[in-house]
């Protein structure tokens, strides 16, 4: 059909940031604002697809007619998407996973000190793992960089087995974090590059999952 070309689909997205907590009041996250891969959950939906909504803590009312799942931590998302992965057409990352975590949760308020080291632990790379355990799904990533980005994107294109990696470049006005308007270029692993204008991030996710179509699997 025309305007459902994801019906009988299902479409699993990740959204905004993680928070690794180092007591009950403190954790360490970052600025994703979640807008990209709300925008991609509501328009997968228009699009006719079942979507699942896998989001770190955002201030975003959800999308209707998509499934949420609310998680807080890497580990949590991790086990999340795995619990959907082997049913899922389309998964696209958006989330802004935070790499490391603490390596000590402290039950009681850790206390001032003059000086408090915190040691890191690395967080599972949740796409690079899907990227092992792909069969049919379509897998797209995102790249936010402040330097170098097609290299970068590159190379997780590669290193996590994706078939399309959206790139967006962090720190510039209209795009990136905490926006309404992104500028992203689309590369896959057929080789194509392709650059957008700076666009709302409704459309913006529409040209993701336009191009998302040209990589399912005849398997029904
Ligand atoms: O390697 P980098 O973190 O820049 O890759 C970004 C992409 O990888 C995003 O799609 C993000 O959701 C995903 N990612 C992940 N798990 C991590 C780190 C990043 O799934 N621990």
Redesign the pocket.
Known sequence: EQDMPLKNKKVLV?AGPTREPLDPFRFITNYSSGKMGYAIAAEARKMGADVILISGPTNITPPKGVKVIYVET?QQM?EEVLKYYGDIDIVI???????YRPVAYSNKKIKKQNEVNIELIK??????E?GKLKKHQVL??????TNNLEE?AME?LKS?NLDM?VVNEIGQKDSGFANDTNIIQIITNKGEKISYPKLDKGECAINILKKTLEFLKQVD
């Open positions: 990740t890497a991790f990352k958006a989330a802004a996973v935070s790499d967080n599972p790379d949740i796409l690079f899907l797209v990533g995102f790249a936010a960089e970068y997780k996590k990696i």
